[in-house]
């Protein structure tokens, strides 16, 4: 483009907006931080680190949900990073155009059912099904970071697959005819020309994922039973995914939240919760927003 | 091998839908020097050609049938595998195809993956390639610089070295020059006539000056049919060429 365009109505109408939408961002921001002032007074650091949650002895340290957190998007991340990026080479690289539109249509309206249905498969077919298939570890319930974790993967599992499957398709299919024409077989092929250059952005599709992950409340929070202050004794350890808990979302979603907007301490340490959730969603959301747009090199 | 020939291609029928796209094709193509194919676009020059090497098949909803035999085996038989037919025909395509990744990673890309060398020898017979390609003095100093920053000439020659790297029975090029501007285009002749002694070459152009620059044997194709086939010269005299090229006639 040549030369400089004219300011138009469109622009500025537009450009206006996206000033407003800006400007409401900010606006919360401020408003949060503002709002929580009084924990991170009384806490300091110790509001990320502290192990222990007892709002009537005004002690609040989020540590135990992070855990939670990290620990239930990992489970899901497992689960639905393999599956999702494997459906996807299958759409991308072995399907007519028709048929993969068909499935990746199918795949998307499995993204659009509302999340609390989704809990409610998790409590019908999830729970029970956790709790007699880890029966040899004793667990208590069947309402674990585990069974939370597993109904994540299965509500990420659309998210991933188209993600990763347009990630595919923007690899050119000139690649893959060289390739081919090299005498690479089509496994090879996928594996050393679609795969390797679609990296950043099945990367990208993993991490908005998860981004969508440690935000979601609703279905984890009918599974994961809710239990506060689970530090694990070991933190590196498949056992405590075995045990009740609770994420940052979960927390925030629970009736804790009503009782505490009478307490300013009990309140700014719940919109700080808020806080760090939504720094930590935006910030993984950034990144894989990033790398899905970085250009493709050819 | 008793038989001269390195193609035979009988009875070739490529149809895609109803459409067809060959018909019919008879032809041999000798194991010794440049072979062009020629004719107007559309003609099916690219069609005859990937289907040497069954690069053809994997367009979806193409129907191939009829025989075409590579050093008097055919090659469209069941027990055939593509994959290894494909490693054993060079390609060249008419725009050049770089893989984002170094210089030397274009040039070993399938000579690695194949694993026809120990990989000691892989460096050398890159450099081998290379020197082939007439490419080795231009980059033998930024080997693992980004083969995209190349020009598009170089990157043509560079795509020839990657498939030179794998020693292949007979190059196959698809109007490898079209893309290319007249020094490039100069420097992959000059490449085909050296090259045309140590391996037989089939060549698709629609530019006829090349053609008899190049070319030792030539044959015309229009709309899907084989029109003839013989020496350069006695194909460029022939009536038949003019009809051809004339758009109304195809």
Same mark, same amino acid.
């Given at each position: ?17 996206? %000033?407003?939408?800006?400007?409401? @961002? ?12 009084? %924990? &991170? +007074?009384?806490?300091? &650091? ?30 899901? @991340? ?26 990746? %249509? ?9 999340? $609390? ?14 709790? *007699?298939?880890?029966? +040899?570890? *004793? ?14 993967? $299965? ?20 690649? +893959? ?32 994922? %998860? ?11 009918? $599974? $994961? ?30 009736? *804790? ?35 899905? +747009? ?5 | 091998?008793?038989?001269?020939? #390195? ?37 099916? =020059? ?22 075409? =035999? ?14 290894? !037919? ?21 040039? #070993? ?12 020898? !892989? ?16 980059? =033998? ?110």
């Amino acid at each position: 483009m040549t030369g400089r365009r004219r300011w138009s109505l469109t622009k500025w109408v537009s450009g206006t907006f996206s %000033v407003f939408a800006l400007l409401a @961002l900010a606006a919360l921001l401020v408003l949060f931080i503002r709002q929580s002032l009084p %924990v &991170w +007074r009384q806490e300091g &650091w110790g509001f990320l680190t502290g192990k222990r949650w007892f709002y009537r002895q005004e002690e609040f340290g989020l540590a135990p949900m992070l855990h939670g957190t990290v620990a239930v998007a990992l489970v899901a @991340l497992g689960l639905a990073a393999p599956l999702g990026i494997g459906a996807a080479i299958f759409t991308a690289e072995f399907l007519s155009t028709r048929l993969r539109l068909i499935v990746k %249509v199918a795949i998307e309206l499995l993204a659009g059912i509302p999340s $609390v249905v989704y809990g409610l498969l998790g409590i019908l077919l999830l729970r029970d099904w956790v709790y *007699e298939a880890m029966e +040899r570890f *004793e667990p208590l319930s069947g309402d674990t970071l585990l069974t939370g974790g597993i109904l994540l993967g $299965v509500m990420i599992l659309p998210t991933i697959m188209t993600l990763s499957d347009d990630a595919l398709r923007t690899v050119p299919a000139s690649q +893959r005819l060289a390739a081919r024409a090299l005498g690479l077989n089509s496994t090879e092929t996928v594996l050393h020309v679609s795969l390797r250059q679609a990296l950043p952005g099945l990367v990208a599709a993993i991490l908005l994922a %998860v981004g969508r992950a440690c935000g979601e409340m609703i279905a984890v929070f009918l $599974v $994961v039973g809710r239990q506060d202050n689970q530090w694990p004794d070991k933190l590196f350890s498949a056992k405590p995914l075995l045990e009740a808990g609770q994420t940052l979302s979960t927390k925030l979603g629970s009736s *804790e939240t009503n009782i505490a907007y009478g307490d300013p301490l009990h309140w700014a340490a719940m919109v700080a919760l808020g806080l760090v959730l939504l720094a930590l969603v935006t910030f993984i959301t950034a990144i894989g927003v990033r790398l899905q +747009r970085s250009p493709h090199e050819t | 091998m008793t038989d001269p020939s #390195l193609f035979q291609i009988r009875g070739l029928t490529v149809t895609s839908g109803v459409l067809p796209l060959l018909q019919s094709v008879n032809l041999d193509i000798p194991a010794g020097g440049v072979f062009g194919f020629i004719g107007p676009s559309g003609a099916g =020059k690219s069609t005859l050609l990937k289907s040497l090497n069954r690069l053809l098949e994997l367009t979806p909803g193409l129907s191939i049938t009829g025989e075409v =035999k590579f050093k008097a085996s055919p090659i469209y038989a069941p027990a055939v595998d593509p994959n290894a !037919l494909r490693a054993r025909i060079g390609m060249l395509f008419q725009q050049p195809v770089i893989f984002p990744a170094s210089i030397l990673a274009n040039v #070993l890309f399938g000579v690695k993956r194949l694993g026809i060398l120990p990989r000691r020898e !892989l460096h050398d017979a890159a450099e081998r390639a290379l020197r082939e390609a007439a490419l080795w003095d231009e980059v =033998k100093d930024r080997l693992k610089g980004s083969a995209l920053n190349l020009s598009i000439g170089q990157q043509q020659r560079l795509c020839l070295a990657r498939t030179l790297a794998c020693q292949p029975d007979v190059l196959l090029m698809d109007e490898p020059t079209s893309a290319l501007d007249n020094r490039s285009t100069a420097a992959i002749e000059d490449l085909v006539l050296e090259l045309q002694s140590r391996q037989p070459i089939v060549l698709v152009t629609h530019n006829l000056p090349q053609a008899s620059r190049l070319c030792g044997r030539l044959a015309l194709l229009c709309a899907g049919r084989l029109v003839m086939f013989g020496p350069t010269a006695e194909v460029l005299d022939a009536p038949a060429l003019e009809q051809c090229l004339t758009p109304s006639s195809c």
